[in-house]
C-alpha cells in the first residue's frame, strides 16, 4: 500500500561518511517517518561488538513503537533483537548490508587476521542475516558474493555446519540500490575550462581495501615516463597510508593541484568537475 505511511526506527551503529549520507538523504526523501537512533561512526570492530547494547539503551519507554525496524550490518542483530523492550519483540527487523565481512578484503597487518580472530566477524553478519525478517544489500556483488561464500565459511567449522540455513538466508534477500543525488553534484558545476593537461583524481578512503599502494604506484610511473599531468587527491585520510601519499606529494610536489580531505561539498564538487581521469585501483568496491 504506497499510501500507508510507515513509523520506521532506523539504527546504525556507524553514523559517518557514505553511511550516514545513505540514512540521511533516506530520512529526508521518504514519504516515512524515520526516527533515527545512532552511534558516532569509530572503531567498527567495537561497533559490531557492543553497537547493539548502546543503541537498545536509547530506547526510551516514552518513544514511539514503530512499524518497521531497520538497521544496517556493522551490528550483531542476535543481540540487538535479544535487548529489545518486550513491546517491540514482534516487530519486523529489516538489515541493509552496506559491505559484508566474508567478502571485504582485510588488511593483512590486521592484528585480528594475524592472530585468526576475523572470521569472528563474518559470523556475526552471518547469524544477523538468520535472525532479520528481510535482508537488503546495496548491490548484486554484495549479495551473490555473501551468500556464494557462505558455504565454505560455514563447511570450515567441525560439525552442526547449518548449511541448510544458507538458503533461508537466500530467500529473504534482495537488491535495493543507494538512493544517490546527483543533482547535487551537478548543480555544484562551473563553467567546463578544457585543462591544458590531464588531471587525474584520487576521491576513496585511504584505506588498503581501495588499493592506494597501486594508485600511487601508477602515478609515480607515469611521472617516471615523463608524461605531463596534474592530481587531485581527495578521500578521507587515514593514519597508514599517510606517509605513502606524503611521499606522492613529495615527489609531484609541482603536479598538486589538491591534497587531502575536502572540507566542504562546494570543494569536492568544483575538484570533481575539474579532474578528466579517475583511476578505479580498488580491491573491492561493494
Keep these: 500500500n ?69 538497521t544496517t550490518d556493522m551490528i550483531d542483530l542476535a543481540l540487538f533483537k535479544s535487548l529489545l523492550p518486550k513491546s517491540w519483540s514482534n516487530i519486523p527487523v529489516v538489515l541493509y548490508f552496506h559491505e559484508n565481512q566474508l567478502s571485504y578484503p ?63 538466508i537466500r530467500d529473504k534477500s534482495e537488491v535495493l540500490h543507494l538512493g544517490l543525488e546527483l543533482n547535487k553534484l551537478k548543480s555544484k558545476k562551473t563553467e567546463s575550462i578544457k585543462n591544458k593537461k590531464p588531471v587525474f583524481l584520487w576521491n576513496h578512503r585511504w584505506e588498503h581495501d581501495k588499493n592506494y599502494l597501486g594508485f600511487i604506484e601508477l602515478m609515480i610511473k607515469l611521472n617516471e615516463g615523463w608524461l605531463d599531468f596534474e592530481l587531485i587527491i581527495l578521500g578521507k585520510e587515514f593514519k597508514e597510508a599517510k606517509p605513502y601519499f606524503n611521499r606522492l606529494r613529495d615527489i609531484l610536489k609541482d603536479k598538486i593541484i589538491h591534497f587531502g580531505y575536502a572540507d566542504s561539498l562546494d570543494t569536492y564538487c568544483q575538484l570533481l568537475h575539474k579532474a578528466d581521469i579517475l583511476p578505479v585501483t580498488s580491491n573491492q568496491d561493494f
Excluded at 538523504?25 to 561488538?49: A, F, N, P, V
Aim: glycine share 4%; with cysteine; charged share 25%.
Design 2 to 70: 504506497l499510501t500507508y505511511n510507515m513509523h520506521i526506527a532506523a539504527f546504525e551503529t556507524f553514523y559517518t561518511g557514505s553511511h550516514k549520507a545513505w540514512l540521511d538523504t533516506y530520512k529526508d526523501s521518504s514519504q516515512h517517518h524515520i526516527e533515527l537512533y545512532t552511534l558516532r561512526g569509530k572503531y567498527w570492530k567495537w561497533r559490531m561488538h557492543s553497537g547493539a547494547i548502546s543503541l537498545t539503551k536509547k530506547i526510551k519507554p516514552s518513544s514511539k513503537k514503530p512499524d518497521l525496524i531497520l
Design 106 to 168: 582485510w588488511n593483512e597487518n590486521d592484528p585480528d587476521l594475524i592472530n585468526k580472530r576475523e572470521r569472528h566477524y563474518g559470523f556475526m553478519n552471518y547469524t544477523s542475516a538468520l535472525v532479520a525478517d528481510h535482508c537488503l544489500f546495496n548491490s548484486y556483488y554484495n549479495m551473490n558474493s555473501f551468500l556464494k561464500e557462505l558455504r565454505p565459511f560455514l563447511k570450515a567449522y567441525p560439525d552442526e555446519k547449518n548449511l541448510d540455513t544458507i538458503e533461508i
